[in-house]
T-cell receptor, first 117, second 117 residues
Framework: AQKVTQAQTEISVVEKEDVTLDCVYE???????LFWYKQPPSGELVFLIR??????QNEISGRYSWNFQKSTSSFNFTITASQVVDSAVYFC??????????????FGKGTLLTVNP | GAGVSQTPSNKVTEKGKYVELRCDPI?????LYWYRQSLGQGPEFLIY????????DSGLPNDRFFAVRPEGSVSTLKIQRTERGDSAVYLC???????????????FGNGTRLTVT
């Protein structure tokens, strides 16, 4: 069975601080995909990143960066110089299977990030 | 439209009633998904359509839940004899072919908040 654990339920920071959201996953699949989604108060889940299990390169996109470490089954997400607009619930998710299937996502419980001015 | 559209945004119904939730996916997306998000939890998979057929309905909790996608575009999630435990946000998502390694990730709508009183 697949499982995603986001141990941090809530995080509160002051604007311009850096913040890291943790994600640990469990799967028996050798091929799998990892995702991060952002859910602002409007409710829509916004796709941020997808990583496949064969690509352990870290990725940076503007103020966002992701650290994928297979050895520790972790896929952590860092926001540098946080802004109030970053306030949202962030979900880590996992899908498994060969051939690129990504329809059956297993989500963690989410981390509520509050960035205070 | 540009994104996944779900209607209604809110639905309040009495226990035992029948409800229908509608999803209009992104144009050109062949795959459509329903997820359910309970308060404080991550979304949970319900059903996946590839075209008009339900390719995987293993997430439907029981036979009171049913979904259709008769023309391969709009989908309707139907819940019979609603129970208070059905109260949740029902999220719809769409994507390009999920069995392609270069498929797009899931794009979610804003959801329908269902409250059963």
């Amino acid at each position: 069975a697949q499982k995603v654990t986001q141990a941090q339920t809530e995080i509160s920071v002051v604007e311009k601080e850096d913040v890291t959201l943790d994600c640990v996953y469990e799967t028996r699949d050798t091929t799998y995909y990892l995702f991060w989604y952002k859910q602002p108060p409007s409710g829509e889940l916004v796709f941020l990143i997808r990583r496949n299990s064969f690509d352990e390169q870290n990725e940076i996109s503007g103020r966002y960066s992701w650290n994928f470490q297979k050895s520790t089954s972790s896929f952590n997400f860092t926001i540098t110089a946080s802004q109030v607009v970053d306030s949202a619930v962030y979900f880590c998710a996992l899908s498994g299977g060969s051939g690129g299937s990504n329809y059956k996502l297993t989500f963690g419980k989410g981390t509520l990030l509050t960035v205070n001015p | 439209g540009a994104g996944v559209s779900q209607t209604p945004s809110n639905k309040v119904t009495e226990k035992g009633k029948y409800v229908e939730l509608r999803c209009d996916p992104i144009s050109g997306h062949t795959a459509l998904y329903w997820y359910r998000q309970s308060l404080g939890q991550g979304p949970e998979f319900l059903i996946y359509f590839q075209g008009t057929g339900a390719a995987d309905d293993s997430g439907l909790p029981n036979d009171r839940f049913f979904a259709v996608r008769p023309e391969g575009s709009v989908s309707t999630l139907k819940i019979q004899r609603t129970e208070r435990g059905d109260s949740a946000v029902y999220l719809c998502a769409s994507s390009q072919d999920p069995d392609s390694s270069y498929n797009s990730p899931l794009h979610f709508g804003n959801g329908t908040r269902l409250t059963v009183t």
